[in-house]
Every structure is written in structure tokens, then in C-alpha cells.
């Protein structure tokens, strides 16, 4: 660990993203974004034209795309800039007047959709064969599947309208998660004796430390902290939650589970069926965290010990550039294209390396059709931060590849798929190493954070969408997210998830208010995504490293796919079916042989 971050303006250009690449300065965005400034005058005229020719309906589609492409290239820097420091005003500024421009010009185009679905069916199909609107097919079949759920256009443009009003509650998170508690945390003594000041990003990475007065500290000084803005974390929660609904209750949808579920083709029964079987085999954790309590021969297995290795053994720390070579070396069995392409990216700035005062937490990879990948970061050289260099790299290649082999309105892929290639990196990253390696004390390190990467990847995130599900019923039969109430229902399912092994008395009401600091309750139903892309990254990771015939080119294919099918037909032509419980079952087995494994190596 090291001391405190430095501040934004004392990071090395290297360590930075290449952010000039989209706009050279915020001058030069200024002037492309006041270029914009009449683009909802202008598609306004073509109000009332759609249904004149295919012609016709195909020049409203170009300038609809390219307005929108144009938003997203002024957005993803707005956004960028901001997350490098959130307490910079002008980029905060910049990026909430990206966020009302864009609302401006979607109620300009609110009209649309109603128009678009009021053109009679069979003239449509007859027009979708029209060499003008045919490589739109695809795009328009499937926004013709909303007319149940289209409203007509003055409807619609109110709640294009809404847009502004409806995300402030997860801008007031980030704030409050970003900038305003973690500048109440306080400093702690790490291991090394240092005074180290507790961050959204070194909490888990304390937590890992063998010292459990430093583990005890980290948790308590965070969890403290958190806990004195519960009041404020659940007004934003249940706004979020009640924004979410009222989408729902407009379009017409039973439910808000149902609405999110809606968009990717996938049934309220696949989501209740995750979280069934993750139940099933509930006691396949259950038994490895009794037999992690014996292993470190703790008293008490408490949730500040969570993130401890069941396994004494202290990997070293990597840098930066061993971190790169390692996740190069990783995905080697997805051929050289793939590497040559990715060690193209770490050279010429997709990454923003590490922490800095103000940025935001954790880390993700986002990117424009217009632009280059980008990754946050916040590395700290840990091995779990060289896996998150992996999984972001996984998310950044299948962008390049969805933008180099699709065109533009099928470049986009679907969320429900968008964990399936990070994950499968981290995979291939676990099976290098424990190949690579012929150290016992370390084999059994990987295979602990194997397990542990189920645990948090499977099993917490099916929690989290459990909790995720329970409190939007709970609006939408009348109730309130109180904080006793969030508090309550949370941690009966840190209990349920956790088993008896773990003891939560001393610390319940610090583990009860978790849920306040989990910024993906604010995403719609994200999580549970979490979940079946580990599935499937399992699946396609096993197929790849056995040499299966035609697996490597099936999932290059998906990573090339886009949006051009829909996303369970994707994942099924690369060899995963979701709509069975056969991938779920196979990860869940993996589990439970790799716990096996762990065993044999602690006994």
C-alpha cells in the first residue's frame, strides 16, 4: 500500500488515457458540441414523413444515427474527463449538459417510434425488401417487437422529457459514493506500518491483508463511515427504484424485472431459475467457508475476513507492465489477431492506470464507434488487479471488434452478453497461471481465488439480484425503501448466502448497510448478468482450452457479433444456451470440483 493519491494534474501523461484522441482539448468539444445545438429543430422535419417511402423513412434513420453517433463521441468525453476527477466542476459541467443535450434531442425525436409503429405491418414488411432500407432489417424488426410498449407521441416526448429529472438519483450516488464519503474515511496503519488513508479502491485489497487488525480497522473505518449516510443512501435507492418503476408502469409492462428483462428477450423464469439453483448449492459455499475457518485457524470467521485467501500464501505484487505482458500471454488461445490487436491498445492509450484524488472507483472499459477503447483503472499491484486489467481488456476487445465488423446501429452488443468476454479473459488468465506455475503453496492460492471469483461473481451477484428484486417489489406493492427496512432484508440474505460458518453478530450493523455502497442496485437489473456470464464464460473458456473443434472461430464470431442477432441466439451459435439450465449447472459443477481440489491441497 502506499500513501495518498496524488492529485490528477500530478499523473504522468503515460499513466493517462489518450482522452486527446476523441478531442484534441475541451475547446475543441465545445465547438463540436455547439454544433449540435440544433440537431432537434432539425429532425423535427422529417415529423410526419416516415410512413411517405422507404425512402423517405431511410434519410430519417441516417440523421437519426448519425445525431446520435455524434452525442455519444461528445458524451464519452464529457463522461471520461469527468471520471478522471469528480470534483472537477467544468468537466461535471460539461458532462450534465452532454446528459440534457442528449435528453433534448431524444424528445425531439420522440415522435419516431409511434410513427414508425402506426406505418401498417404489411407495407412494412413490403418496404423492409426495398435495397434502401435492407441493412436496417434487422435494426427496424427489432424495434417494431416495442409496439406493445410505445406510447403515442406526445406520450413519448413527456417521457423523453423525464430523462433529466429521473437521472439525478444515480448522479447523487456517485457523488456521495466518489467524492463526499470517501473524503470523511479515515487514514489506517497497514501491515507495513504506514498510514495509509482508506479509499473505495484499497478497501478490499486491506481486507486481503493477513494482519487482522488491519482487516478489523479497514472494515470497521469503512463501514462506520458508510453507515452514517444511510438515510441519504436509501432516499437515492428508492427514488432510483420508484424511476425504474414508473418507466415500467408507462410502457405497459407487468413489472420493472420485466421491463429491464424485456430489451435482451429473456423471461422473468430464467431469472428466478438463477437464483433457484444458486440456492441448490448454496452448501457447496457453505462448506468451503467452514473449511476456510479451519484452514486459518480463526475463532470466528467474521465478514472483515471475507476477502482474506483461505490460503497462506502471499502472491507478489506486479506492476503495471507485468500485469500487461501477463494478460497478453493469457489470451494467447484466442490467436494472434487478438493479441497483436490488444497489445496495439495497452500502447497507445486505452488505459488510465491508477488512482489519483477524485476519480471515480473501481474500474470499467467504454469506448465509442468513433473512438479507441478505453479502460479506468485503479491499479494497485495486486494479482486481483492484474485480473481486472484482463476482464477490462476482454470488454474493450469485444467493443473493437463489434465496431470493426458491424455497422454502426448493430455495433452496440446487448448488456445480457457484455460480461461474457471479460470473464472468459479472466479464466484464461486463472489457467495460464496455475499451468505456468510449480509452486504448490501458489496452485492452491489460484484455485482459492478461483473460488473466491464464484463467490463474488456468481454467487454475491445472484445475491445482489435477489436484493435487487425484492426491494422493487416491495415499491411496486406500496412500500418504502427505509433504511431499517434495506438493512433488514439485506442482511437475511448476507445470512442465507453466507451460512453459519460466517458470524455476523458483532458486526451486523455494519454488514447490513453493504447495500449503500453497491452502485450497480442503481443499473436496472444489471447484476444477474454478472451471473450468467460467468456461466457462459466457463463453458466457452473450456471449449477453447480443450482445442474443441470450431470453438476458437464460434467464439471470435460472438466477440464480432454485435448486435446483428439477438443476444441468446449469439450465445447460442458460440455454444451456450442460456434458456437451458445446462450452463449454469456446468459452472456450478466447476465449482464444486474446484472446491474439491482446494480441499485435497489444505488437508
Same mark, same amino acid.
Not at 482522452?19 to 432539425?42: C, H, L, N, P, Q
Not at 470466528?300 to 500485469?323: N, W
Not at 497507445?348 to 477503447?373: F, I, L, Q
Not at 454475491?460 to 428484486?469: G, K, P, V
Given at each position: 500500500?502506499?500513501?495518498?493519491?496524488?492529485?490528477?494534474?500530478?499523473?504522468?501523461?503515460?499513466?493517462?488515457?489518450?482522452?486527446?484522441?476523441?478531442?484534441?482539448?475541451?475547446?475543441?468539444?465545445?465547438?463540436?458540441?455547439?454544433?449540435?445545438?440544433?440537431?432537434?429543430?432539425?429532425?423535427?422535419?422529417?415529423?410526419?414523413?416516415?410512413?411517405?417511402?422507404?425512402?423517405?423513412?431511410?434519410?430519417?434513420?441516417?440523421?437519426?444515427?448519425?445525431?446520435?453517433?455524434?452525442?455519444?463521441?461528445?458524451?464519452?468525453?464529457?463522461?471520461?474527463?469527468?471520471?478522471?476527477?469528480?470534483?472537477?466542476?467544468?468537466?461535471?459541467?460539461?458532462?450534465?449538459?452532454?446528459?440534457?443535450?442528449?435528453?433534448?434531442?431524444?424528445?425531439?425525436?420522440?415522435?419516431?417510434?409511434?410513427?414508425?409503429?402506426?406505418?401498417?405491418?404489411?407495407?412494412?414488411?413490403?418496404?423492409?425488401?426495398?435495397?434502401?432500407?435492407?441493412?436496417?432489417?434487422?435494426?427496424?424488426?427489432?424495434?417494431?417487437?416495442?409496439?406493445?410498449?410505445?406510447?403515442?407521441?406526445?406520450?413519448?416526448?413527456?417521457?423523453?422529457?423525464?430523462?433529466?429529472?429521473?437521472?439525478?438519483?444515480?448522479?447523487?450516488?456517485?457523488?456521495?459514493?466518489?467524492?463526499?464519503?470517501?473524503?470523511?474515511?479515515?487514514?489506517?496503519?497497514?501491515?507495513?506500518?504506514?498510514?495509509?488513508?482508506?479509499?473505495?479502491?484499497?478497501?478490499?485489497?486491506?481486507?486481503?491483508?493477513?494482519?487482522?487488525? #488491519?482487516? *478489523? %480497522?479497514?472494515? $470497521?473505518?469503512?463501514?462506520?463511515? !458508510?453507515?452514517?449516510?444511510?438515510?441519504?443512501? /436509501? @432516499?437515492?435507492?428508492?427514488?432510483?427504484?420508484?424511476?425504474?418503476?414508473?418507466?415500467?408502469?408507462?410502457?405497459?409492462?407487468?413489472?420493472?424485472?420485466?421491463?429491464?428483462?424485456?430489451?435482451?428477450?429473456?423471461?422473468?423464469? #430464467?431469472? *428466478? %431459475?438463477?437464483? $433457484?439453483?444458486?440456492?441448490?448449492? !448454496?452448501?457447496?459455499?457453505?462448506?468451503?467457508? /467452514? @473449511?476456510?475457518?479451519?484452514?486459518?485457524?480463526?475463532?470466528?470467521?467474521?465478514?472483515?475476513?471475507?476477502?482474506?485467501?483461505?490460503?497462506?500464501?502471499?502472491?507478489?505484487?506486479?506492476?503495471?507492465?507485468?500485469?500487461?505482458?501477463?494478460?497478453?500471454?493469457?489470451?494467447?488461445?484466442?490467436?494472434?489477431?487478438?493479441?497483436?490487436?490488444?497489445?496495439?491498445?495497452?500502447?497507445?492509450?486505452?488505459?488510465?492506470?491508477?488512482?489519483?484524488?477524485?476519480?471515480?472507483?473501481?474500474?470499467?472499459?467504454?469506448?465509442?464507434?468513433?473512438?479507441?477503447?478505453?479502460?479506468?483503472?485503479?491499479?494497485?499491484?495486486?494479482?486481483?488487479?492484474?485480473?481486472?486489467?484482463?476482464?477490462?481488456?476482454?470488454?474493450?476487445?469485444?467493443?473493437?471488434?463489434?465496431?470493426?465488423?458491424?455497422?454502426?446501429?448493430?455495433?452496440?452488443?446487448?448488456?445480457?452478453?457484455?460480461?461474457?468476454?471479460?470473464?472468459?479473459?479472466?479464466?484464461?488468465?486463472?489457467?495460464?497461471?496455475?499451468?505456468?506455475?510449480?509452486?504448490?503453496?501458489?496452485?492452491?492460492?489460484?484455485?482459492?481465488?478461483?473460488?473466491?471469483?464464484?463467490?463474488?461473481?456468481?454467487?454475491?451477484?445472484?445475491?445482489?439480484?435477489?436484493?435487487?428484486?425484492?426491494?422493487?417489489?416491495?415499491?411496486?406493492?406500496?412500500?418504502?425503501?427505509?433504511?431499517?427496512?434495506?438493512?433488514?432484508?439485506?442482511?437475511?440474505?448476507?445470512?442465507?448466502?453466507?451460512?453459519?460458518?460466517?458470524?455476523?453478530?458483532?458486526?451486523?450493523?455494519?454488514?447490513?448497510?453493504?447495500?449503500?455502497?453497491?452502485?450497480?442496485?442503481?443499473?436496472?437489473?444489471?447484476?444477474?448478468?454478472?451471473?450468467?456470464?460467468?456461466?457462459?464464460?466457463?463453458?466457452?473458456?473450456?471449449?477453447?482450452?480443450?482445442?474443441?473443434?470450431?470453438?476458437?472461430?464460434?467464439?471470435?464470431?460472438?466477440?464480432?457479433?454485435?448486435?446483428?442477432?439477438?443476444?441468446?441466439?449469439?450465445?447460442?451459435?458460440?455454444?451456450?444456451?442460456?434458456?437451458?439450465?445446462?450452463?449454469?449447472?456446468?459452472?456450478?459443477?466447476?465449482?464444486?470440483?474446484?472446491?474439491?481440489?482446494?480441499?485435497?491441497?489444505?488437508?
Amino acid at each position: 500500500m502506499s500513501g495518498k493519491p496524488p492529485k490528477r494534474d500530478q499523473v504522468a501523461a503515460e499513466d493517462r488515457w489518450a482522452v486527446e484522441a476523441i478531442f484534441k482539448t475541451d475547446e475543441e468539444w465545445e465547438s463540436a458540441f455547439r454544433a449540435t445545438e440544433d440537431y432537434g429543430r432539425a429532425f423535427q422535419a422529417w415529423a410526419g414523413r416516415l410512413g411517405e417511402s422507404p425512402e423517405s423513412l431511410a434519410g430519417a434513420i441516417a440523421e437519426m444515427l448519425a445525431q446520435q453517433r455524434a452525442l455519444e463521441k461528445l458524451g464519452l468525453y464529457a463522461g471520461m474527463r469527468q471520471d478522471e476527477d469528480l470534483s472537477n466542476a467544468l468537466h461535471s459541467s460539461m458532462d450534465d449538459r452532454c446528459t440534457a443535450r442528449r435528453n433534448e434531442v431524444a424528445a425531439a425525436q420522440s415522435f419516431f417510434m409511434p410513427e414508425l409503429l402506426s406505418i401498417d405491418p404489411a407495407v412494412m414488411a413490403e418496404w423492409l425488401r426495398s435495397p434502401v432500407l435492407e441493412g436496417y432489417a434487422t435494426w427496424l424488426e427489432e424495434m417494431l417487437r416495442y409496439r406493445p410498449h410505445t406510447l403515442s407521441e406526445p406520450e413519448e416526448k413527456l417521457l423523453a422529457m423525464s430523462g433529466d429529472a429521473l437521472q439525478g438519483f444515480h448522479a447523487g450516488f456517485g457523488k456521495l459514493n466518489n467524492v463526499d464519503m470517501p473524503a470523511r474515511l479515515p487514514e489506517i496503519t497497514d501491515q507495513n506500518g504506514r498510514r495509509t488513508k482508506l479509499t473505495n479502491s484499497n478497501l478490499v485489497p486491506l481486507m486481503e491483508e493477513s494482519d487482522p487488525g #488491519v482487516r *478489523r %480497522a479497514a472494515f $470497521d473505518g469503512y463501514y462506520r463511515e !458508510l453507515s452514517g449516510n444511510l438515510n441519504t443512501a /436509501a @432516499a437515492l435507492l428508492n427514488g432510483q427504484v420508484k424511476s425504474h418503476i414508473f418507466m415500467a408502469k408507462a410502457r405497459r409492462h407487468a413489472s420493472a424485472l420485466e421491463a429491464s428483462l424485456f430489451h435482451d428477450l429473456v423471461s422473468t423464469e #430464467v431469472y *428466478r %431459475a438463477l437464483i $433457484d439453483a444458486v440456492h441448490n448449492r !448454496l452448501p457447496v459455499m457453505h462448506g468451503y467457508y /467452514a @473449511a476456510k475457518k479451519s484452514a486459518l485457524g480463526l475463532d470466528t470467521l467474521s465478514p472483515c475476513d471475507l476477502y482474506l485467501p483461505a490460503v497462506r500464501y502471499t502472491p507478489r505484487r506486479y506492476s503495471y507492465d507485468e500485469a500487461v505482458d501477463m494478460t497478453l500471454e493469457a489470451v494467447r488461445p484466442l490467436g494472434g489477431r487478438y493479441v497483436s490487436d490488444l497489445a496495439e491498445g495497452f500502447r497507445s492509450g486505452w488505459v488510465d492506470r491508477y488512482e489519483n484524488v477524485g476519480k471515480r472507483s473501481g474500474a470499467y472499459s467504454t469506448g465509442c464507434v468513433d473512438s479507441m477503447p478505453y479502460i479506468l483503472h485503479n491499479f494497485s499491484g495486486t494479482l486481483d488487479s492484474v485480473f481486472t486489467l484482463a476482464h477490462e481488456a476482454g470488454h474493450s476487445m469485444h467493443s473493437l471488434m463489434s465496431w470493426r465488423h458491424q455497422p454502426y446501429h448493430m455495433s452496440d452488443y446487448r448488456i445480457l452478453v457484455a460480461e461474457v468476454a471479460s470473464t472468459t479473459n479472466e479464466m484464461l488468465l486463472a489457467d495460464m497461471l496455475m499451468k505456468k506455475s510449480d509452486d504448490d503453496g501458489m496452485k492452491a492460492y489460484l484455485l482459492d481465488r478461483l473460488v473466491n471469483d464464484f463467490r463474488t461473481t456468481l454467487f454475491r451477484q445472484t445475491m445482489f439480484a435477489e436484493f435487487e428484486w425484492l426491494i422493487h417489489r416491495e415499491v411496486e406493492e406500496g412500500g418504502a425503501l427505509t433504511p431499517e427496512f434495506l438493512n433488514s432484508k439485506y442482511l437475511e440474505l448476507v445470512r442465507l448466502y453466507h451460512g453459519e460458518a460466517l458470524n455476523t453478530e458483532a458486526d451486523d450493523a455494519m454488514i447490513a448497510a453493504e447495500w449503500a455502497r453497491i452502485p450497480h442496485f442503481y443499473y436496472n437489473f444489471y447484476v444477474y448478468k454478472y451471473a450468467t456470464g460467468l456461466s457462459s464464460a466457463v463453458a466457452l473458456s473450456r471449449r477453447i482450452l480443450e482445442g474443441r473443434p470450431g470453438a476458437l472461430d464460434a467464439y471470435l464470431g460472438f466477440l464480432s457479433a454485435g448486435s446483428s442477432r439477438r443476444p441468446l441466439e449469439i450465445l447460442r451459435d458460440a455454444g451456450v444456451d442460456l434458456e437451458t439450465p445446462a450452463p449454469v449447472n456446468e459452472a456450478l459443477d466447476y465449482l464444486a470440483e474446484t472446491v474439491d481440489r482446494l480441499g485435497g491441497m489444505m488437508s
